[in-house]
């Protein structure tokens, strides 16, 4: 069963670092998410992706923060210089249609 | 108000039990409404999705009321494996209505199932 798949799995960073996360979304999607996940709290969109060009970010999603398709099958999501409070679990997704599919997440830890 | 709101639980049940889930949402515009489970450290897996009319698979049904903006969950002959936190979730569209879009998550509620 195809899947969308994150490297790393677990990323650690100083405060003030640029950090990259990769995800690998399922090939025949065509809409590509950033989601959220702080420690306790609920998961929080930030940015949806579609046709090369971001579709809708979040008030979370400022200029720090940034996406790209490089390629035909990577999705990255970067974070120029990052702050204590980024620290959380960072979610990938894709979609045909309405149903998104995550993948197993980036545990981030500023320090 | 919370966008999409759930029981707070916990939820502790013996197996066998029938548990049953229920959210509410503020924006009248959501488009579409399913439920996820979650693991604990793991990501959000989609359970199933919801529709006015019901749906049912195998031990779980959902319904969704759009009148009262309401959404439920059921569980019947509940296995130790179900446990989980189950997160009520809300698909809305942008703006122009294009964007296949942004999911508005609940914050759960933590089902435990125990022998």
């Known amino acids: 069963e195809p899947e969308v798949t994150q490297t790393p799995s677990h990323q650690v960073t100083q405060m003030g670092q640029e950090v990259i996360l990769r995800c690998v979304p399922i090939s025949n999607h065509l809409y590509f998410y950033w989601y959220r996940q702080i420690l306790g709290q609920k998961v929080e969109f930030l940015v949806s992706?579609?046709?090369?060009?971001?579709?809708?970010k979040s008030e979370i999603f400022d200029d720090q923060f940034s996406v790209e398709r490089p390629d035909g099958s990577n999705f990255t999501l970067k974070i120029r210089s990052t702050k204590l409070e980024d620290s959380a679990m960072y979610f990938c997704a894709s979609s045909t249609y309405n149903e998104q599919f995550f993948g197993p997440g980036t545990r981030l830890t500023v320090l | 108000r919370k966008e999409v709101e759930q029981d707070p639980g916990p939820f502790n049940v013996p197996e066998g039990a029938t548990v049953a889930f229920n959210c509410t949402y503020s924006n009248s515009a959501s488009q579409s409404f399913f439920w996820y489970r979650q693991d604990c450290r793991k990501e959000p897996k989609l359970l199933m999705s919801v529709y006015s009319s019901g749906n049912e698979d195998g031990r779980f049904t959902a319904q969704l009321n759009r009148a009262s903006q309401y959404i439920s969950l059921l569980i019947r002959d509940s296995k130790l494996s179900d446990s989980a936190t189950y997160l009520c979730v809300v698909l809305s569209a942008n703006a122009g209505g294009t964007s296949y879009g942004k999911l508005t998550f609940g914050q759960g509620t933590i089902l435990t199932v125990h022998p």
């Open positions: 992706f579609y046709n090369n060009e971001i579709s809708e």
